[in-house]
């Protein structure tokens, strides 16, 4: 990011100092200080922190980061456990990416170098104490300490149900007793896995659009607390009103205290998805009503002809593409979030014949110009079926950009090509002269 460098060298010596200062004033709460000439309790000298990191500018930056920061002065270390680690030069990435089987992995890193790099790509870094009795502390430092063996590190990534930030979050509340399970799985967050996927990706419009395309219906139900902090900032903003049993039994909060290390100067994500659908159906409405045009001056001019003979290809191998993808997402990979996915009326595969007939058509060969018509009317049914079946209650896809884009389009082809069926045009033949005697006319 522009001025990335310079930021990381200015926030080096802040970074330094807050984690100084954490390491002396994030002494364990005072419950579990051990007394006077007694040994200390196990785990007592550690001290737990959340770390949550905000969005950065590449795609896969922009749902934010964390990680569980250990402090351990007894054997002089501070390790940031890192739950979000692949490598797209890993073996067979892209293969296991479009099959959805991605294998990411675990690590811990020397805590202050490495929140360093987020302050160096100008991402903001949040650090929250975390209250946890000494023996549970322990148990989890071990815990993450086996977790990042070579033989334990690696699991099954899946990008809402098992992803940095749910292992984080599972991680702590295994240690505490499952309260954050207890007290988040049962209260409505009033969002979606869609919302949030497409107000974080707003800045992006072609992502944007690829995730509302690829995304089936899984994606559109509400989702609890516990869910939503699929999202590192979520889980920040939750364990704020989570509360476990204090030394006495009574309830205290589960976060001590907060701090911010580094605030970002890069725009932050809305807090809403943007309402595109007017922006889907100008641009829908835009390419139908040029297809519409071209159509009707396709009879007299070559290049009309050609002109829509481009459009209707093109189309064709964009939205067929689209529906093989859309297809195969469904029934060939395990990226259950795409399955049943509505916009298979919108994108299909059917699509493809009418690219393959568009040269032909232009070329008027035989049979081309009823063949097209054909493809485009079954196009067209096949969008206003899925646009109809929205009205089933079962049938709830958050899809309406993606059908008023494709809908005009295909309306618009089809028309433009029915107007091309009409007859040729009749030649007007030259009269003969009469044969019959007398019919001469003398010229002289």
Known sequence: MTGGGGAGGRWHGLVVVALAALAVLGTSPGWAQPATGRTPEP???????????????????????????????????????????FDLRQENFLLRFVQGRMWYWMAGFPAEPYFREYV???????????????????????????????????????????NCSTRVRDALDRFIGGSIREQTAALPAGTSYRFHTQRLTANDPPTFTGL?????????????????????????????????????GTPVPLVRSERTLFESTAPQPPDSPPRWIPW???????????????????????????????????????????????????????????????????????????????????RDRPGARRLAA?????????????????????????????????????????????????PPRTRSTPARASSKPGAAVNAR
């Open 43 to 85: 785990g007592a000298n550690l001290t737990v922190y959340l770390v949550t990191m905000g969005p950065g500018s590449q795609v896969w930056e922009r749902f934010g980061h964390n990680a569980i920061y250990i402090h351990d002065p007894e054997h002089g270390s501070d390790q940031a456990y890192n739950y979000g680690l």
């Open 120 to 162: 160096r790509d100008n991402r903001s870094v949040w650090i929250q104490e975390l209250e946890i009795p000494p023996p549970a502390r322990l148990e989890l430092q071990r815990f993450l300490e086996w977790n990042e063996r070579p033989e334990n590190r690696f699991y099954h990534y899946d990008y809402y149900r098992d």
């Open 212 to 248: 509302l395309l690829a995304l089936g219906p899984g994606v559109d139900r509400p989702i609890s607390a516990w869910e939503e902090m699929f999202l590192p900032l979520k889980l920040q903003e939750h364990v704020r009103r989570v509360t476990v049993p204090g030394p006495d």
């Open 280 to 362: 889907y159906l100008g641009l829908g409405v835009l390419v139908g009503g040029t297809a519409l045009l071209l159509g009707r001056a396709a009879g007299r001019s070559p290049g009309a002809r050609v002109g829509l003979g481009v459009l209707m290809g093109g189309w064709g191998l964009a939205v067929g593409i689209a529906g093989v993808a859309v297809a195969g997402l469904w029934g060939l990979t395990d990226h259950v979030m795409a399955y049943r996915n509505e916009n298979i009326f919108q994108a299909n595969p059917v699509a493809l014949l009418l690219a393959g007939v568009a040269p032909l058509w232009v």
């Open 374 to 422: 054909g493809i485009a009317v079954a196009l067209v049914g096949l969008s206003l079926l899925g646009w109809v079946l929205q009205a089933l209650p079962w049938l709830d896809q958050v899809n309406g950009g993606i059908i008023a884009l494709a809908l005009p389009v295909h309306l618009g082809i089809a028309g433009a090509l029915l107007a091309r069926r009409q």
